[in-house]
């Protein structure tokens, strides 16, 4: 008979179904094991046995190393859905102590929100399986030179490729946390100057054309782009621009009560839209379809690309 003995603090019960669920891959391979629960000085021991075969040496260390794989997968299961999230509220408390509470929340709301990747992102999908290899490989390595495991003191001083993963994890999510927190000041400051000012229009109107480019009309449905970057031709060099910063730069300065974008399909930077979104609120509305949106911008566009040949500066590849 060989055994693996589990001895855990607490969650028996818990730990004894993942590893019985996980044996019944021995039964499918003819392999005959038994599992039992027993208690000692407070804590519980979950033994995990299979018959030796005697008249085949090789036969038994199979059965033996079958066994220790099942159970390795078992435990890595579990450490994953039961211990992870205790682990990285750990990571974030000691390590970035120095944030407020109400921080360190929101930075384990990202962590987690990694580490279970609610994004469905690919890599995190791939990292996910490597940290469960991780837990894995160790178990096994650990199984090589005993039999009897104390699944805490394991977890808590065996598993550093693991924990350092996880602390790997948690800084990425400080990373979001503070350009996030970064985004928000930064919007909050663009409101409060779009506030401050006396609106130079009711309503500007956003045309997002197929080619990349936009064209601002004001409320009479008048033509304004050339003008918005005539002011600030005169204040930055052609190295300099951003075209993006200069849509945004001109709303501000503008600080119409009400944005109409047209050609929502044709708005290739989303991250710009919910910018200007955020900015302007409830004043910005989606036009749905009207004679707008069918306008075919090149001749304003060629307008653009005179203006900058008479400033005498080079043309950039995609233009405002």
């Not at 064209?215 to 970057?229: A, F, G, P, Q, V």
């Not at 951003?242 to 001109?250: A, C, G, H, M």
Request: one cysteine or more; a negative charge; proline letters at 1%.
């Amino acid at each position: 008979m060989q055994v693996l003995s589990i001895e855990v603090s607490k969650c028996a019960d818990e730990v004894y179904k993942y590893i019985e669920i996980e044996l019944r891959q021995l039964k499918n391979d003819n392999i005959d094991y038994t599992l039992d629960k027993i208690k000692n000085d407070g804590h519980e021991s979950i033994l995990c046995k299979v018959q030796e075969d005697k008249s085949q040496a090789k036969g038994t260390k199979q059965v033996y190393k079958a066994l220790v794989l099942n159970v390795s997968n078992a435990l890595a299961d579990y450490i994953i859905r039961c211990y992870e999230e205790r682990l990285i509220r750990r990571i974030v408390n000691t390590n970035y102590c120095y944030f407020s509470q109400t921080d360190r929340k929101e930075i384990l709301r990202e962590s987690l929100s990694i580490v279970k990747n609610e994004d469905k992102s690919f890599l995190n999908t791939l990292l996910q399986i490597r940290r469960r290899n991780i837990i894995v490989k160790s178990l096994m390595e650990y199984f090589e030179s005993s039999n009897t495991i104390i699944l805490d003191g394991f977890i808590n001083f065996r598993l550093k490729e693991y924990m350092k993963d996880l602390e790997e994890i948690v800084e990425k999510a400080v990373d979001n946390f503070l350009m996030e927190r970064e985004y928000r000041e930064f919007i909050r400051l663009l409101k409060y100057f779009v506030d401050i000012q006396e609106p130079k229009y009711e309503n500007v109107h956003i045309i997002a054309n197929n080619h990349g480019t936009y064209t601002l009309l004001d409320d009479r449905k008048e033509e304004i782009t050339n003008e918005c970057i005539k002011e600030y031709l005169n204040e930055i060099s052609e190295n300099e621009i951003n075209y993006d910063d200069l849509l945004v730069s001109s709303l501000i300065t503008l600080a119409p009560k009400k944005i109409t974008i047209h050609n929502i399909s044709h708005f290739r930077n989303k991250e710009l839209l919910e910018t200007i979104r955020n900015i302007f609120y409830n004043s910005v509305n989606i036009c749905k379809g009207c004679s707008l949106c069918n306008i075919d911008s090149e001749n304003d566009v060629n307008e653009i690309y005179n203006l900058y040949r008479s400033e005498k500066l080079e043309v950039p590849k995609n233009i405002f």
